[in-house]
């Protein structure tokens, strides 16, 4: 199993969205690095739900229950796309917090901010379930 982080706009689709619908598929990637990470995950594969923005910070789980598919919304270009399922809701970490953590200090979040779907290790998941 591995582990990601997948950024969104609390305004356009916030984890509690992501509650209420039980399972979305995460389309509208529209960067290769990220595109090629969505391409990697796994049926069973664990997510965390990251709120960019003002609020910047880890609020929920999900899980990956469709691997990657062709990006229905996507106009032109070979973009792909997964569906998640609603895992549970966190206390939420701030980015201000995973900073501050010597724990944490090597992941993509801190070091490639602007990539919206990135890898989190098992290490790193651990910590911030812990937080």
Do not use: C
């Amino acid at each position: 199993m591995r582990y990601w982080l997948l950024k969104t706009e609390r305004s356009t689709y916030s984890f509690d969205d992501l509650i209420k619908d039980k399972q979305t598929s995460w389309t509208g990637v529209r960067n290769f690095g990220a595109r090629n990470f969505l391409r990697e995950m796994k049926k069973g594969d664990l997510a965390f739900i990251y709120h960019s923005g003002e609020e910047k910070a880890i609020v929920g789980t999900a899980k990956i229950v469709e691997p990657a598919y062709a990006d229905k919304t996507a106009k032109e270009g070979d973009w792909s796309a997964v569906t998640i399922a609603a895992g549970n809701p966190l206390k939420p970490v701030t980015l201000s917090e995973i900073k501050k953590n010597p724990k944490l200090k090597q992941m993509v979040l801190v070091n490639n901010s602007r990539l919206s779907v990135q890898p989190v290790t098992e290490a790193e998941w651990k910590e911030i379930i812990s937080l």
